[in-house]
């Protein structure tokens, strides 16, 4: 039903901005996160594929038709933008007929009631989008695109404004459209902990560049430079700058000498235990930030503000704001950042 | 997908958030004194005409004609601004050119100049001798003294309103819903008449009601271009004017009883005919009123 998309060096210009170029292969039934801050180009690709913006280079390909110059109506691909895009004049019931309206389908009716059963929106049939809440909106946003049967659906914020439990009934109503429906997803967030929810694999953009691009387990494996490590959580991020002056022996050396040609990042170290083989360190402690999976402690150690885990069953108070914290970084978790395949500059 | 979805819906509009008494009064005396400074002349004017004398005026042949040419002529400004304007108004919002501005400014232009000074300019190239006579005869569309001149007026100083107000309307439509309605299988076309128009409607039936009330009140165009209208083209009545024109001639003679008393008629049916308007807005049997458009 559905079929594999191509991306092919797309290349889009827009007020003097330069997207891409982007290369891309989504695979029926798979999704894909496009991640970045605010004016990456996240939106400027998706309106590209969409057809909005005429590409400046490369080709959109569909089972190896080229669709770059085909009108957005005829790329057969469901374009939800930000903010969804529901007809506000039109009932919930009218939006989700209004792709098989247009299209004068005679089963318009039949098919019309199905998609509200399935997204459970009968009730809400006569209502308009105003008067709904975000997840209802968002179910009316999926089932109208639905019944589009669109090959792909390309996403701009799917989570924006939602509160939590809509976020997971979102995330819900993503994997059955794509596991059930088989339709491909392509989506835009600037929230790497939702995009890992749902994606298959992603693509980094900074400033209209593809810095980083692969299945989702890489990029959290092995980030290629800060901003992408930050992008991704990690909170010990520390670029060559930061580590120029530590002498031998202290933590800037002994980072030094680990870090990538783009510096280093490493996940919360925790206070040292008895099998920890890493040399410690120690700090004061900064802030203190309490949650049900440990306290997060922030410490100054050699110039460093180092974010430390302490682990939620220890059974002693919380570490006092200008006390002294010592904590291990286990060489293991170390990430060096550079480009794939990059020596690290020992 | 199971149960309801998260986050409590959004509170119904036209909930009121509690104004202060300073504020309210002020609001008030200002919006007070407004409405009186509307008032007062209406009054004046009613209370100076009995009413046997505004009953008398209503069955005058010549206030009828008069009534008539001014609807018939102002219907006609309407449907040219609805014709050429609304047009003039989708290209300025959804399209930037060179001379944007420029064009922008001469449609604004008809708004603020004074309208003798239009009626002049348009006097100059349709007077006997100028190519645009000659033309206009020859259409069998002649300008000075028909209907068609008064119909020209009245297109030069309302059709502004009716771009104005379309070019804001359809620049108030969010151009996301648009590009949603393209890439669920709507043509360029398609997605105009379903989403871009409809969205529009209400603000360009707003500026369409502003372009016939301004026709309906011209007078100094038409003192120089259509002080008198003679039968011929779409209309073949009695040799008359429109009303505005009409109240200023009896004005003139000195009477001002009949003036009064025709002017009051014409104040009660247009008075009549906003309220319609306004009822029918509230009551929700317009199209332009439902689904809460962003209200």
């Given amino acids: 039903m559905t079929g594999a998309w191509t991306v092919e060096g797309l290349e889009t210009r827009l007020d003097g901005f330069r997207l891409g170029p982007v290369d891309l292969t989504i695979a029926p039934g798979r999704a894909v996160a496009v991640l970045g801050s605010s004016g990456a180009g996240k939106t400027t690709l998706l309106r590209t594929l969409a057809g909005f913006l005429r590409p400046r280079g490369g080709r959109i390909l569909r089972d190896g038709v080229d669709l770059s110059d085909r009108a957005p109506e005829e790329r057969g691909l469901g374009y939800v933008p930000q903010g969804l895009g529901l007809l506000p004049h039109r009932t919930v019931a009218r939006n989700v007929a209004y792709p098989l309206e247009i299209r004068a389908r005679p089963d318009a009716l039949r098919r019309t009631r199905e998609l509200l059963d399935q997204f459970h929106l009968a009730a809400l049939a006569d209502r308009y989008p105003a008067r709904l809440s975000g997840g209802e909106q968002q179910r009316v946003a999926i089932a109208r695109a639905l019944a589009a049967e669109p090959q792909l659906i390309v996403w701009d914020e799917p989570w924006q404004g939602l509160d939590v439990l809509a976020r997971y009934e979102l995330g819900l109503a993503l994997h059955e459209l794509r596991e059930v429906e088989q339709v491909p997803m392509v989506f835009v967030t600037h929230d790497p902990g939702l995009a890992f929810s749902v994606a298959d694999s992603f693509l980094l953009l900074r400033g209209g560049r593809v810095v980083a691009q692969g299945d989702t387990e890489t990029l959290l494996r092995a980030p290629v430079d800060a901003f992408s490590a930050r992008f991704v959580g990690f909170e010990n991020v520390f670029e060559p700058v930061a580590l120029a002056a530590g002498a031998p022996g202290s933590l800037r050396g002994w980072l030094r000498e680990r870090a990538g040609p783009e510096g280093i990042a490493f996940p919360r170290p925790e206070i040292p235990s008895a099998k920890d083989d890493g040399p410690a360190w120690e700090g004061i402690v900064r802030s203190v930030r309490p949650g049900p999976h440990g306290i997060t402690v922030e410490a100054v150690a050699d110039d460093l503000l180092v974010a430390v885990r302490v682990a939620p069953d220890v059974d002693a108070p919380f570490p006092a704001l200008g006390s002294r914290l010592r904590f291990a970084v286990d060489p293991a978790t170390l990430r060096p950042l550079g480009p794939p395949g990059a020596e690290a500059s020992r | ?295």
């Fill in chain 2, 1 to 295: 997908m199971s149960g309801p979805a998260g986050g409590p819906p959004p509170d119904p509009p036209g909930r009121r958030v509690r104004t202060g008494p300073l504020w309210l009064a002020l609001q008030l005396v200002l919006s007070g004194s407004l409405l009186l400074l509307f008032l007062v002349p209406i009054v004046a004017l009613l209370s100076y005409a009995p009413l046997s004398d505004i009953v008398a005026a209503a069955g005058s042949s010549d206030v009828r004609a008069a009534i008539g040419l001014t609807f018939f002529a102002s219907g006609l400004a309407v449907l040219a601004a609805i014709l050429f304007g609304i047009p003039m108004g989708y290209l300025l919002a959804r399209h930037t050119f060179r001379g944007h501005a420029i064009v922008e400014s001469l449609v604004s232009l008809p708004v603020v100049v004074p309208h003798l000074l239009v009626g002049l300019g348009l006097f100059l190239v349709i007077i006997p001798g100028t190519p645009l006579y000659g033309l206009t005869h020859a259409l069998g569309v002649p300008i000075y003294d028909t209907i068609w001149g008064v119909v020209l007026v009245m297109v030069f100083v309302s059709a502004p309103y009716t771009v104005l107000a379309s070019e804001l309307s359809f620049r108030a439509v969010d151009d996301r819903v648009i590009e949603a309605a393209r890439s669920l299988g709507a043509g360029s076309a398609t997605a105009f008449l379903t989403v871009t128009f409809p969205l529009a409607l209400r603000g360009i039936v707003a500026g369409l009601l502003l372009s016939w009330a301004r026709a309906v009140s011209e007078i100094g165009g038409l003192l120089v271009l259509a002080y008198a209208v003679y039968p011929s083209g779409p209309y073949n009545g009695p040799v008359t004017s429109t009303i505005s024109v009409y109240i200023y001639n009896i004005f003139q003679t000195g009477n001002l009883r009949d003036a009064a008393a025709v002017s009051s008629l014409f104040l009660l049916i247009a008075f009549a005919l906003f309220l319609v308007v306004r009822v029918a807005e509230r009551s929700g049997w317009v199209p332009w009123h439902r689904g809460d458009l962003g209200s």
